[in-house]
């Protein structure tokens, strides 16, 4: 085989490319923000490369965690290379996550102090709503941008997308992982599941309370309950359930004084997705204007293919819309062998 000088350049150039995004040194800031309604806090990381100077719509990405776990954890988590932050900050983009109230390292209001019961849900979807608007108000006004790209996960999918129909002069790119949208027949999350007040089958039992406790045997066993193997190692190291809840723990003061060790998680969501769920929907996918990415897991159980395919049907005025489908993955993709295909087809999508 005969190289040309311009193919051996071309080589030369791309794996210095793969090593300066291998050796780049990443800058991260923790702070807190105040939201838009009284007395709320909002936990806010950044995370980029040092030295970096260089802020412009398409290069500041906001992640918005899901229904159980707060951001750092989802999308930093720090073990070996399953930082989907740092991986994003390698290839010159400028990431930020943040908590929701009762989230993390976010303020946690009086209900989430008291017994469940005492309380109805707590950070409802339009409050997690307001608290996007903080978060993308401060990302503009810290860096000068007019938009940003939201990245939003299981229920943070439906946040994205929530937002994105209200303020698509704010985004500059939509990618929604995991998006539960519009499927009357969700078995987790709609009629017959927990979530169903049994006397009035429209209603959402709230018998469960302002917030739930979750734990490490809980998420794991519903994350192997959608692997259709019987030996899970096949999609995930072992250690990463172990590793996750660790991080997932540390952001909840009261964890350890459960046994077992447990993270409150507000169920505000499960209200609000337990209606998407019935068919009653709070936002409509043809109000988006920017260009969406729907994107999941071939054995997802939180987003069924008819969530995907409503999505797909009513985005009908967003600029570039695509579909992607991850084979052998499940809901937690990003923590599995098949990550990097889920990882590099984000990044395709991104970089249109």
């Known amino acids: 085989m005969k190289w040309s000088i311009g193919c051996a350049l071309a080589v030369v150039l791309a794996l210095a490319g793969t090593s300066a995004a291998q050796e780049a040194k990443i800058v991260k800031t923790d702070t807190t923000i105040d939201g838009l309604d009284p007395g709320i806090k909002l936990f806010v990381r950044e995370k980029m490369q040092d030295g970096n100077t260089r802020f412009t719509d398409d290069n500041i990405i906001l992640f918005l965690h899901g229904a159980t776990a707060p951001s750092t954890c989802d999308f930093d988590l720090s073990y070996k290379d399953y930082s989907w932050a740092d991986w994003l900050v390698k290839r010159g983009y400028v990431v930020f996550m943040g908590d929701y109230r009762n989230y993390g390292y976010s303020s946690r209001e009086a209900a989430m102090d008291e017994p469940p019961a005492k309380n109805q849900p707590v950070t409802r979807s339009y409050l997690a709503l307001r608290d996007i608007e903080a978060m993308v108000n401060y990302i503009k006004q810290k ?3 007019k938009q940003v790209t939201l990245i939003g996960w299981s229920w943070g999918a ?5 937002y994105t129909s209200l303020h698509s002069e704010n985004v500059h790119k939509l990618v929604m992982y995991a998006p539960l949208y519009h499927y009357a027949k969700h078995t987790n999350l709609g009629a017959g599941s927990a979530l169903q007040n049994k006397r009035n089958p429209g209603e959402f039992n709230f018998a469960l309370g302002a917030y739930r406790y979750a734990s490490e045997a809980a998420n794991t066993k519903r994350w192997d309950g959608e692997i259709p193997l019987a030996n899970k190692a096949d999609y995930r190291d072992p250690q990463v359930p172990v ?8 952001t909840d003061p009261t964890s350890n ?3 077992p060790p447990s993270l409150r998680a507000p169920n505000g969501v499960l209200e609000d997705s337990f209606y998407q769920a019935i068919g009653q929907r709070m936002w409509h996918a043809s109000n988006i204007y920017s260009p969406t990415l729907v994107i999941a897991g071939q054995f997802d159980t939180w987003s069924f293919p008819e969530d995907r395919a409503g999505l797909m049907r009513d985005l009908v005025h967003a600029r570039i819309k695509e579909s992607a489908l991850i084979p052998d993955a499940t809901h937690f993709v990003l923590f599995e062998k098949n990550r990097m295909m889920f990882f590099n087809e984000v990044l ?3 970089k249109r």
Do not use: N, P, Q, S
């Open 243 to 250: 590793e996750f809840w660790k991080e997932c723990m540390a």
């Open 257 to 259: 004084t459960r046994k």
């Open 143 to 145: 860096h000068g941008v």
């Open 348 to 350: 395709k999508f991104l």
């Open 158 to 162: 439906m946040m994205a997308g929530y």
